[in-house]
């Protein structure tokens, strides 16, 4: 079992930035993947970042490329999400999720295992 908590969201300007936070715990030296993921009122959950545990490979969607970091610290278990430039369109609840498998897609919500309650973000313009 994996436990994920996120911290960080809230409220800011169209082209302000936040970092969120998600601290691990449980059976952290088996995770593979920890994913950053959001979704709007009325939208499919979508892929946003994530990195792999151990060497630290990020991936990111194309829309966030060169604005967001994605980063994890080993000895604190916890992920972050440095979000610069924000824009009113990535309103949304923001999930921390973490995969367990090495051959699972980096991208699939389906393919992550433990999920966190979610941690609102609002951009307003």
């Known amino acids: 079992q994996v436990q994920l908590v996120e911290s960080g969201g809230g409220l800011v300007q169209a082209g302000g930035s936040l970092r969120l936070s998600c601290a691990a715990s449980?059976?952290?030296?088996?995770?593979?993947?920890m994913g950053w993921f959001r979704q709007a009122p009325g939208k499919e959950r979508e892929f946003v970042a994530s990195?792999?545990?151990?060497?630290?490979?990020?991936y990111y969607t194309d829309s966030v490329k060169g604005r967001f970091t994605i980063s994890r610290d080993n000895a604190k278990n916890t992920v972050y999400l440095q979000m610069n430039s924000l824009k009113p369109e990535e309103t949304a609840v923001y999930y921390c999720?973490?995969?367990?498998?090495?051959?699972?897609?980096?991208?699939?919500?389906?393919?992550?295992?433990?999920w966190g309650q979610g941690t609102q973000v609002t951009v307003s313009s």
């Open positions: 999720a973490a995969q367990m498998r090495a051959y699972g897609s980096s991208r699939r919500s389906d393919d992550y295992d433990y």
């Open positions: 990195i792999t545990w151990s060497g630290g490979i990020t």
């Open positions: 449980g059976r952290t030296f088996s995770m593979y993947y």
